[in-house]
């Protein structure tokens, strides 16, 4: 065999479509775990200074974000070694799917194996889902914030308007009713959002929930091409390639 024949046949059974999905898994959570660690440390210190006065008023919100934090380089660590599991299991298939008409035969516990990680990585999907939408509330705060800045600007010729915009922490669920002020208004309101602060949290959590978006749909293409591979192993067992354990 040729160098050109034996490259092709390498490159042949390389699982493209795994390589892509491990790429963006590991850019996603990369993105997630990063960026949201680093906005919910600046969003701590945000509504520490701005909205609360007593440190009783914000610690759950702080043993919520600490909890958080420890979640994330879990999920870190985690991801990082399935995503590897997932491409070599990726390469197994493709390898077996490639060289199913020749000498190789596929095994009974690789397909096991292989529909193992299928009901892993769906039930995945799901719980990452649910991150992706979560993950989206305090885009959607720190959004509603800012949108409040831009119309106090427009109104900041009558200061008796738009001393009546504010934004309230509480509502959100992030400080208790108890909390004082709780709340942001008006020319403080204005001047929070113009801090470097505001503007570092905001596109971190717009990073988080993009990295978030990029670990579902990394997770649906490993989902996808498993799925895919098993069914032509389980098809070309059925048409006389037996297995073997």
């Keep these: 065999m040729g160098c050109y024949e034996c490259c092709m046949r390498c490159l042949g059974g390389v699982p493209y479509v795994s390589l892509v999905a491990t790429l963006l898994c590991f850019s996603g959570i990369a993105l997630f775990c990063c960026c949201g660690n680093q906005a919910l440390t600046e969003s701590e210190r945000l509504i520490e200074t701005y909205f609360t006065r007593e440190h009783q008023d914000y610690i759950t919100l702080a043993y919520l974000i600490e909890y958080f934090q420890y979640i994330i380089y879990g999920l870190a660590s985690f991801f990082f070694l399935y995503c590897i599991v997932l491409l070599a299991e990726g390469f197994y298939t493709t390898s077996v799917v490639r060289q199913s008409f020749g000498e190789f035969r596929s095994t009974v516990c690789g397909r096991c194996l ?132």
């Design 114 to 245: 292989s529909t193992t990680f299928i009901v892993i990585t769906y039930i995945l999907v799901v719980i990452w889902l649910l991150v992706f939408s979560l993950s989206s509330l305090p885009v959607y705060f720190f959004y509603n914030m800012a949108n409040t800045c831009r119309t106090i600007s427009v109104l900041s010729e009558t200061p008796s308007s738009i001393s009546q915009l504010c934004i309230d922490a509480r509502q959100y669920g992030l400080l208790p009713w108890s909390a004082v002020p709780g709340k942001a208004c008006g020319m403080t309101l204005s001047n929070v959002c113009k801090t470097r602060e505001f503007l570092l949290i905001y596109d971190l959590f717009i990073a988080a929930f993009a990295g978030a978006g990029m670990t579902v749909l990394a997770l649906l293409t490993f989902t996808v091409s498993t799925t895919y591979n098993t069914a032509v192993l389980r098809y070309l067992g059925r048409k006389g390639i037996g297995p073997r354990c």
